[in-house]
């Protein structure tokens, strides 16, 4: 046998780490190539890490919890090699000399300490949040490398368990002190838990989702915007013919797929609105590309309707079908996570008449579509019950002004109110 790495892999065109929720395998377990060895949590999609080779498992390096960044040393293998390898390798091994022996020492001490400086985002991010300083920790991950569970005892437990040695030292690598005030961060040890109370560890999609949601409101200069839109036709018609959708096509023809419809008709018209913020320059994103956000119990996915703007409205409600099918179903893949340009999030669905989003990092905007009212609106100075609908528009105003936000909300409201039996077509 021989030992190779496997790292961690791509899994999305924007994604650069991953989180390991749960191990599939354990130290000793024999594994075919393409067989799953870990489920990994990225801030696009779960999803599940397969073996790069056939053999057995000889290093689990990673940690569960521990966040890896792409490319790097997940665990090792034993790969399967013919036994005469094998016992050459063994017997080359047993020739080795004490000098060979002392190098190999010596080299690992070199690499323990190398290893020790080096920090994964997420040990960075949370020792800045806590005002801590790595040098006081002893790590336990591999080569003394230290893992977010190290910070995490090291909060809860202090100092006293800190090597003294690393004491002593100055430190390499400062950590900047964190002004705890210009940060929503609070310390995580500030809180104690009381008789009776509950403490849910967070990980998996909801570390995933809080990490994303901070930094959008950390970076993204939020603005709000909500127009009040006439739904009544558009629901006539869609009701008259959604029992018949239903029977002929075996999915729901729902409002949403009329809400996706004419935001992506709308998106082509003020291509402002699809576009991420990329520090020194704005992208403005040729292809539309709709995220729509789908719950899972306590978990949120951002599954993606591509080309949203070249289809049907039968062909966007079979997508939001299947999409949202997927996701509660745990088959979300990369593929069906990436590329989003612009967020539409069915807040309807909760019985919210209005709220403001967090804008879907990096994009420009996500707009909330609110439920549908039905209540007594004045038309030609009398009252009727009309079906009426909030759009809540967040925008990034770095990239956004209220001009070009105001007539892009005042084009899917026309849109919207224009659509009747007359002018609509699901094909």
């Known amino acids: 046998m021989s030992v190779e790495k496997i790292n961690m892999p791509q899994l999305g065109e924007s994604v650069t780490e991953g989180t390991i929720n749960t191990w599939l395998v354990a130290v000793g377990d024999k594994v075919n190539k393409y067989d799953p060895i870990a489920e990994v949590m990225t801030d696009k ?5 397969p073996s790069s080779f056939s053999g057995v498992i000889k290093e689990l390096i990673a940690e569960e919890g521990e966040t890896v960044e792409v490319g790097q040393l997940m665990c090792y293998i034993d790969t399967e090699e013919s036994s005469s390898a094998s016992e050459s390798k063994s017997s080359e091994d047993s020739t080795k000399t004490n000098d060979n022996i002392e190098n190999d020492t010596n080299s690992k001490e070199d690499g323990n300490k190398s290893m020790k400086k080096r920090y994964s985002p997420a040990v960075l ?4 949040e806590n005002d801590i300083d790595l040098t006081m920790i002893d790590g336990s991950g591999r080569a003394g490398r230290i893992t977010r569970k190290d910070v995490e005892k090291f909060m809860k437990e202090g100092t006293k368990n800190a090597p003294k040695e690393e004491q002593k030292e100055p430190s390499h690598q400062t950590i900047p002190k964190v002004n705890q005030s210009e940060t929503p961060s609070v310390r995580s040890n500030s809180i104690a838990s009381e008789k009776g109370d509950k403490e849910i560890p967070v990980k998996g999609v909801r570390k995933a989702i809080a990490d994303n949601m ?6 993204i200069p939020h603005a ?5 839109v006439d739904v009544t036709n558009m629901m ?5 013919i959604k029992d018949k959708f239903k029977s002929d096509e075996g999915y729901s023809l729902t409002p949403f797929a009329f809400f996706i419809k004419a935001v ?4 082509r018209e003020y291509p402002e609105l699809n576009s991420a913020w990329a520090g020194d320059k704005i992208i403005q994103k040729k292809d539309i590309h709709l995220s729509i956000a789908v719950a899972k119990e306590n978990e949120l996915f951002v599954p993606v309707i591509r ?9 966007v409600a079979r997508d939001i079908y299947e999409l949202a099918n997927k996701a509660r179903n745990g088959k979300l893949s990369s593929e069906d996570m990436q590329g989003g340009t612009f967020t539409v ?3 309807g669905t909760f019985g919210s008449v209005s709220s403001m989003g967090v804008i879907n990092h990096p994009q420009a905007a996500i707009l909330q579509v609110e439920s549908i009212v039905r209540k007594p609106v004045i038309i030609d100075d009398m009252f009727a019950a009309r079906d009426m609908v909030n759009l809540s528009l967040s925008l990034d105003h770095r990239i956004l002004d209220g001009l070009v936000c105001g007539r892009f909300l005042a084009r899917v409201k026309e849109i919207l109110e224009g659509m009747n039996v007359d002018t609509v077509s699901l094909y």
């Open 214 to 219: 901070v930094r959008s409101k950390q970076e």
């Open 264 to 267: 992506s008709q709308a998106l």
């Open 45 to 49: 999609v779960n999803a599940e890490v």
């Open 307 to 315: 080309h949203a703007d070249e289809k049907t409205i039968k062909a």
């Open 345 to 347: 999030n069915n807040t």
């Open 236 to 240: 006539k018609y869609r009701n008259s």
């Open 125 to 128: 991010r949370l020792a800045q």
């Open 224 to 228: 709000w915007m909500q127009v009040e």
